[in-house]
């Protein structure tokens, strides 16, 4: 009979669980250990038993092919995990009661002789034996009995290994799932084992086309030596540190990570572990710190001369006019005079044009002014609950002749949206402004084959509205200076370059905030967040005009 204690003793079969080692493929060294035993000893046979809940099985075996567990209720080994004897010996089973009548004994493999040493865990549980058995009846000599007890202590220490080797994949699994940084785990030759979401959402890339890809692979050309060179590092020296290193994503864009990378020894092979912290978000903030610098130091700028221009533009646009005027009376008067001559007639056409070529000119340094001032925080304007699909709408009515002739409309909009706090003239300036700007991208004449994309979605505490277009899109290197003052890539003449920096601050004054992304010959999103009223962080009573 078998012990209640043992044949439910759950923590002993916990602690053989956490091995991970039942039901594994035959490994040399195990294998090794049991011929070696058996030679010492002079039997034919010799096991490496672990004793399971109902079952004992086999994970090295000599003598007994073909063989790999048997029944534990008739088991020799759970007999001897339950003495209390450093080695458990039945000299000659039929001479012993308890396993005289054992199936194991009367039938094949015909036990007479076992010895076993019992295999303990780090943590003391029995696990099974290190056995040698023999049909014939035999003593153990000491020597032997020593033999098999170094030989179980090798057992006991790659079994120990093995824990080991498991719980650091569990800890690495877990710093895979877990991480908010790119994580992967590559073989010695630098192909990728494991990656973790954050590593697939940041290169968008699936499981098939990264798993067994060599890392360097997925950086852009021009750094895939300096991954190399990182990778030897950390295979020579076990830790390795790299600033703003790039992989490349599915689209081609270059993803920024700050690298660190250690060594992890796993049995007899070895793994690097790589984890990377996206530098985006870093980036983003420092684009931003400088563009609140320069919209900063505009202001100032703005402010101090908007008065220095507009008063002597002022003036000379009034005796602009009053020139103009001036010319169309003397034209009036001299064309009724008797016998004009053509020449005259012509310096009067000539100079009416200089003049009406001066007036626009003036007019447009006019207009830049009054866009510059929108910087300076010298005027104010109160701010209030704004419906945001009304306000979408109001600028979509705005562009509708343009949109017509130019992009299939498509509207996306939250029902029942709450209101967020902002100038409500002010974001349909913003609105018809991203609207206007998108509709450029795209070559007039082809509503067929575009879209004009406008969405509105509430986002915990705000509210965002994205504006998308299927146009040109915008090149990388050009991205990063969009909302800079002044900055266009229309043709001379076609714009100031204000509009985007304008609608910019006017968002960021709102508690907004203003993104943007593109992707060259696909179109460009741009996404505009505000607050809800309920979230505003406090009442935001003026905005620039």
Not at 9 to 24: F, M, Y
Not at 228 to 235: I, P, Q, T, V
Request: charged content about 25%.
């Amino acid at each position: 009979m078998l012990s209640p204690g043992l044949l439910y003793e759950d923590n002993r079969l916990c602690a053989l669980d956490r091995h991970g080692i039942l039901d594994t493929a035959a490994e040399p060294e195990y294998d090794d250990i049991v011929q070696l035993a058996a030679t010492l000893c002079g039997v034919p046979v010799a096991l490496i038993s672990l004793v399971d809940r109902e079952r004992q099985w086999f994970k090295a075996n000599v003598g007994l092919p073909g063989v790999s567990e048997t029944a534990r209720c008739i088991s020799f080994c759970t007999f001897a995990i339950e003495q209390e004897q450093e080695v458990f010996v039945i000299e000659d089973a039929l001479q012993d009661v308890r396993f005289a009548t054992s199936p194991l004994v009367e039938g094949a493999p015909h036990i007479r002789f076992y010895a076993g040493v019992p295999i303990r865990s780090e943590d003391g549980f029995l696990l099974g034996t290190l056995c040698v058995i023999d049909s014939v009846p035999r003593t153990l000599s000491e020597v032997q009995r020593r033999h098999l007890l170094a030989l179980r202590s090798q057992v006991e220490l790659l079994m120990r290994l093995r824990l080991r080797v498991r719980q650091s994949e569990a800890r690495n699994r877990q710093l895979l799932e877990s991480s908010g940084d790119a994580v992967f785990l590559l073989d010695e030759a630098g192909h990728v084992l494991e990656f973790n979401p954050v590593a697939a959402r940041l290169l968008g890339r699936d499981a098939a086309t990264v798993l067994g890809a060599n890392l360097e692979t997925l950086a852009p050309e021009g750094e895939r030596v300096l991954v190399r060179e990182a990778l030897e590092e950390l295979l020579e020296k076990g830790s390795v540190r790299v600033n703003d290193l790039g992989l490349r994503s599915a689209r081609g864009e270059r993803v920024s990570l700050d690298l660190t990378g250690s060594l992890q020894e796993v049995g007899a092979s070895r793994r690097l572990l790589l984890v990377g912290h996206d530098l985006t978000e870093k980036r983003f903030l420092e684009r931003q710190s400088l563009q609140n610098d320069r919209l900063a130091s505009l202001g100032v700028l703005a402010a101090g001369i908007a008065h220095e221009i507009n008063n002597p533009i002022a003036y000379v646009l009034a005796n602009l006019s009053h020139l103009r005027d001036w010319l169309e009376r003397l034209e009036r008067r001299l064309m009724s005079l008797p016998g004009p001559s053509a020449a005259v007639s012509h310096s009067l056409g000539e100079a009416h044009q200089v003049v009406t070529e001066s007036l626009v000119g003036c007019r447009r340094i006019r207009d830049i002014v009054h866009d510059m001032r929108f910087f300076s925080h010298t005027s104010e304007e109160s701010l209030t609950p704004v419906d945001i699909n009304a306000s979408l709408d109001f600028a979509l009515r705005m562009a509708e002749p343009q949109q017509r002739s130019t992009a299939r409309l498509e509207k996306r909009y939250e029902p029942e949206l709450p209101p967020v706090l902002a100038s409500e003239s002010r974001l349909s300036q913003v609105f018809l402004n991203l609207i206007v700007n998108a509709l450029q991208s795209m070559p007039e004449g082809s509503s067929r084959g575009h879209t004009l994309r406008v969405c509105s979605v509430r986002e915990g505490g705000f509210v965002r509205v994205d504006v998308s277009d299927t146009g040109h899109g915008i090149a990388p290197e050009v991205l990063p200076r969009i909302f800079d003052p002044f900055f266009t890539t229309k043709p001379a003449g076609a714009g100031t370059g204000l509009g985007l920096s304008i609608s910019h601050a006017i968002v960021r004054k709102m508690g907004g905030e203003l993104r943007v992304s593109s992707e060259p010959g696909r179109g460009t999103t741009f996404s505009l967040l505000l607050p809800l009223v309920a979230h505003a962080a406090e009442p935001m009573t003026a905005l620039a005009s």
